[in-house]
């Protein structure tokens, strides 16, 4: 049940532990010692995308933010931090495409916090499937999460590493696989997010997340362009499956999925998961940001929800009822303030932004957090062994009193996008 895929002759750095220093300290087998000079290549690790940090023997650090780039084959893989530098600073770490690993990690001036936590990393190749590779979209090709490395973000307030330990994830960790749309993927720019990439920073380092979601698909094209074939390529007993659809799939034309059709694919997924001795949880789509006249968010996405509901009672499948919580979510902010959690800025707020952004169905980070939280909540509820991998096993979200807007800033990250994710 080896998570790693490892190619007959291997990367230095992805068949053993890989241990990278800032400024100072030998240059032992399996550590290098960073200097601002060094840069990533597609075959040594370094600094990658933006300018490298001031590095010097108290940390590597810069006063918003720097990339780290490691070249590693598919798999599971443990990455150890010591985070801290000359300065008092708040570090936020995300991995790949704006993955969130940890999350405002403070640390005193010359004082250090190590932290652990597991990246997935893949490529579009289906193994065992005679070459067949996942079929991507054009947005995806430059993507973080498709290429041949391990990218790093350390972005915040004086953000701050000491040294980067990078070793193939043990065997047996488990992998959760997350299979849907826009509102799951990993959204590569900013203003975008998803509650599939905010998941990971919740969980400890003994759980990967794999989030295989992308923008655009309804559970149909999931299947027809590879992307349930790339994750039963690799799934294993004790793995997880969530599965979430519905945004795209109810909407007219060549892309529609009948919800007869819908419920059958579910059954088809959560049937193979279970053949493979992994656990399907099925998770209903959010609503959209939709309010009646008397503030009550009201069902756009029917009969999807229902229908998954009604499945999962059947066969006694896992259910995250996200649709549920989204209500109360967003009835709790309210209907004027429920704009903080999507994609709402006037013209201007961002780089090239000449038009206002109003958009009631995808996220902002502060909107992906809390959903993020809601699908932690699922879990708990559901009694999932996964609840023993959380930071904080203990503590429970309560959508009706949702986290201030004030407590949730992330770093903005230097890639920005202003057009809607792709939908069908």
Known sequence: ???????????????????????????????????????????????????????SPSGCSSESGFFFSVPLEEGNYRVTVVLGGSYAAVTTVRAEARRLMLFHVATAAGKTRTESFVVNVRRPEIAGSGGRVVKRKPRELNSLNWDDKLTLEFAGTHPSVRSIRIQPADPATPTVYLAGDSTVVDQDNEPWAAWGQMLPGFFGPELAIANDAESGETIASFEGEGRFA??????????YLFIQFAHNDQKPGKGYVSPERYEDLLQKYTNLARSKGATPVLVTSMNRRTYDRGGHVTDTLAPY???????????????????????????????????????????????????????????????AYELARCVVLG??????????QL??????????????????????????????????
């Open 379 to 388: 879990i708990q509820q559901a009694g999932l062994p996964l609840t023993r």
């Open 1 to 55: 049940m080896f998570k790693v895929v490892l190619p007959l002759l291997c990367l230095a750095v992805t068949c053993s532990a890989q241990t990278f220093l800032c400024g100072a300290g030998k240059s032992a087998p399996g550590t290098t010692v960073l200097q601002a000079s060094t840069i990533y290549s597609d075959k040594a690790a370094g600094f990658d995308l933006e300018a490298s940090p001031a590095v």
């Open 230 to 239: 790339k994750i039963f390529s690799t799934l294993h007993r004790g793995d």
């Open 391 to 424: 930071r904080q096993p203990s503590l429970r979200f309560n959508p009706a009193k949702p986290d201030s807007l004030q407590s949730v800033v992330l770093p903005v990250a230097p890639f920005f996008n202003l057009e809607k994710p792709y939908e069908r």
């Open 305 to 367: 929800p229902q229908t998954m509901k009604k499945l999962a009672d059947a066969d006694h499948v896992s259910l995250i009822d996200l649709n549920a919580m989204s209500k109360i979510l967003y009835e709790a902010v309210g209907e004027a303030k429920s704009k903080s959690l999507f994609v709402y800025a006037d013209a201007n707020t961002y780089p090239g932004q000449i038009q206002p952004l109003h958009d009631d169905t995808h996220f902002d980070g502060y909107g």
